[in-house]
């Protein structure tokens, strides 16, 4: 079955400098890559997603980027803001009902 | 904006005893999900439910899990007998399309803690 592995489990990063999460996932079939957000005391929150047919996609200070062929996907947060400091998830589909989660990343952004 | 509910936050239980955790979708979505996450750990996928009965399930919902949905907005997870090992936060979904390639809205979850 698909596994996915993320890094690092934890980061720390000053206020407005870029924080970089690095997911692989085993699954060739994958086809769809969510990350999320979780706060405190919160359910997981979409942030971004990807897929397989696009190699990068961007929302403002969030980017993504994917190489298939190295089962490589990312998260990019830029000019980090303390209210970025959360457990953040990726994650990966293929198509099924089925997601498989990363082991989270907890992101301390310090002011 | 429309989000998923559940009932209860928390929900503590002694050891070999029938739980039920609630939830409530968001009204226009047909399909609903189960996930839990141990302490610390990360978030596991459960079960998938669509048209009253499991679309897919995962080798973690075994025979002591069901799921139903018993009227037209309420989406249950029972747990026959509970193990200590059942302790986690279970986080209920629900997406307006079909497939884990759409987006799923997740609620705030419940907390069990099996003693």
């Known amino acids: 079955g698909e596994n996915v592995e993320q890094h690092p489990s934890t980061l720390s990063v000053q206020e407005g400098d870029s924080a970089v999460i690095k997911c692989t996932y085993s699954?060739?079939?994958?086809?769809?890559f969510p990350w999320y957000k979780q706060e405190l005391g919160k359910g997981p929150q979409l942030i971004i997603d990807?897929?397989?047919?696009?190699g990068e996609k961007k929302d403002q200070r969030i980017a993504v980027t994917l190489n298939k062929t190295a089962k490589h996907f990312s998260l990019h947060i830029t000019e980090t803001q303390p209210e970025d400091s959360a457990v953040y998830f990726c994650?990966?589909?293929?198509?099924?009902?089925?997601?498989?989660f990363g082991a989270g990343t907890r992101l301390f952004v310090k002011a | 904006e429309p989000e998923v509910t559940q009932t209860p936050s928390h929900q503590v239980t002694q050891m070999g005893q029938e739980v039920i955790l609630r939830c409530v979708p968001i009204s226009n979505h047909l399909y609903f999900y189960w996930y839990r996450q141990i302490l610390g750990q990360k978030v596991e996928f459960l079960v998938s439910f669509y048209n009253n009965e499991i679309s897919e399930k995962s080798e973690i919902f075994d025979d002591q899990f069901s799921v139903e949905r018993p009227d037209g907005s309420n989406f249950t997870l029972k747990i026959r007998s509970t193990k200590l090992e059942d302790s986690a936060m279970y986080f209920c979904?629900?997406?307006?399309?079909?497939?884990?390639?759409?987006?799923?809205?997740f609620g705030p979850g419940t907390r069990l803690t099996v003693l």
């Open positions: 979904a629900s997406s307006e399309v079909a497939g884990g390639d759409n987006e799923q809205f």
């Open positions: 990807i897929r397989s047919n696009v």
């Open positions: 699954d060739s079939a994958s086809n769809y």
């Open positions: 994650a990966a589909s293929d198509g099924g009902f089925k997601t498989i």
